[in-house]
């Protein structure tokens, strides 16, 4: 019986991997594109360290077409990112390196796309936060400086 439960997980773990050659990868930009993306991985290089989450909030205008959700940070710029957009899970999740939240757990209120926002503290060095979504959505995805935001335009 040990066996077979050895080899039915060595063989189905392959099936539950991310597969990065099937997936798009772009670096984050330090301006707006307009480019709406659904899946793929995205990341930001930088060398940041002790960077603090301050605080989530987001906006809708109306005529624009998407929502904003803006990650606020206690320093001049973002630190190291790396993150994936899921359309299976409606769920986009990103690894901030070498960062922490500053102050309580941030919550968003009253948002148009985003069901629930989750932070997990991954090693005392980084942080995961996960974004799921109430439908199928698109992102535009950039950052901004001093002080450092992180940028999530969802359509």
């Known amino acids: 019986m040990m066996r077979f439960l050895l080899m039915f997980l060595f063989i189905s773990l392959p099936l539950l991997a991310q597969n990065l050659m099937e997936e798009r990868i772009w670096k984050v930009s330090p301006r707006k594109k307009s480019i709406f993306l659904d899946s793929g991985v995205f990341h930001h290089n930088s060398q940041l360290k002790n960077a603090g989450i301050t605080a989530v909030r987001s906006s809708a205008t109306p005529g624009q077409g998407y929502e904003r959700v803006v990650i606020d940070f206690n320093t001049p710029s973002i630190p190291k990112i790396y993150g994936h957009i899921s359309p299976a899970d409606q769920k986009i999740s990103v690894d901030f390196f070498e960062s922490s939240i500053a102050t ?14 989750d932070f997990i503290n991954v090693d005392g060095k980084s942080m995961t936060m996960n974004l799921s979504m109430k439908s199928k959505t698109s992102f535009d995805i950039f950052y901004l400086e001093n002080p450092g935001r992180l940028v999530i335009d969802i359509r």
């Open 104 to 117: 309580s757990q941030p919550q968003l209120k009253n948002s148009k796309n985003v069901k629930s926002i």
